[in-house]
């Protein structure tokens, strides 16, 4: 089970989403810097590893891909939840990507949460859940 190819191949999938920037765990990236609000904050939620087989051959990972919208606070919710939006179109239920030698699936419609206000900015949540086997 490797989460570097996991982590790859889902970064690869939202790349697809041209329209922001991304922050990516551990990497360098300024959210004040000249053209990047707003942006789309990364994380990889990797909930359990598991495997059915008694040879332990054939091991899975359940997770989530929390792409999160962020845009300056005082502009309408609007321009976060399309953003949101676009974001999930990509992860439709029951797709399927290579991850090295596994596959990816996504196994629930992507889940745009109720946006929330940090600081100076405000932030929309698209939480996609996925299984790696």
């Given amino acids: 089970m490797s989460v570097e190819a996991i982590e790859a191949a889902l ?23 000249p053209g990047n609000l707003p942006y789309v ?7 359990a590893t598991t495997d059915q087989t ?10 989530r891909l929390i792409a999160t919208v962020v845009v ?5 919710s609007r321009p976060a939840n ?3 939006d676009a974001i ?3 992860f439709p239920t029951g797709a399927r990507f290579a991850a090295g030698s596994q596959m ?3 196994t629930q419609p992507p889940q745009t949460r109720e946006g929330m206000s940090d600081g100076a900015y405000w932030r929309v ?6 299984l790696a086997a």
């Fill in 82 to 84: 399309r953003h949101a």
């Fill in 54 to 63: 008694l040879a332990a051959t054939a091991p899975e990972m359940v997770g």
């Fill in 104 to 106: 990816i699936t996504i």
């Fill in 72 to 76: 300056a606070k005082g502009s309408t």
């Fill in 11 to 33: 970064r690869e999938r939202l790349a697809g989403f041209t329209a922001l920037p991304k922050a990516w765990p551990n990497e360098d990236f300024d959210p004040r810097a």
């Fill in 88 to 90: 999930a179109a990509l």
């Fill in 125 to 130: 949540p698209v939480v996609i859940p996925f």
């Fill in 41 to 47: 904050s990364c994380d990889l939620v990797k909930a």
